[in-house]
């Protein structure tokens, strides 16, 4: 089968615009979900979500600000996040923790390599108590923050 020159140039224009326009589509990160914390301690999970490993975001999550719980006595300045990755019957996959500022910027673990279902759990909390400049990491306190997004 022969084509003639005219609708070669159209296969050709054809495929260039295909290919041009697949170029300009942004890497999109895989997705996200925004949610809030009240009065929770140390071990609160977040949600499970799948990752499917389908681009190459990384894992993270933003705390917009972080106050103490109900009744606290101490301004939290920092909280740690432990990641986890579901093992069937075994015991879920620690990913190590990251520490966020409470500040509204990103706290990352990196690009997750391999699929499957994630959660974060809550660390301990660096905290002042009672803005007194007695800062410490404590186990056992408790957290409220108003915006937390979580991609991946």
Known sequence: MTFSTGRKATAVLAAS????????????????????LTNVGKGFSSRWWTDTHSD????????????????ANYLVLKVRLHL????????????????SNC?????????MTERGSYKWTVGNMYVDYLGSSDYAWIPGGRV????VSTGY
């Open 17 to 36: 615009a295909l290919l041009w326009g697949l170029a300009a589509v942004p890497a999109l990160a895989e997705d996200a979900w925004a949610s809030s």
């Open 103 to 111: 500040n509204d910027t990103l706290a990352s673990w990196g690009e």
């Open 56 to 71: 190459s975001s990384s894992t993270r999550v933003r705390l917009s600000s972080c106050l103490g719980g109900s009744g």
């Open 84 to 99: 986890w990755r579901d093992n069937g019957l075994f015991p879920d996959h620690n990913h190590g923790y990251v520490t």
């Open 144 to 147: 409220t923050v108003p915006r």
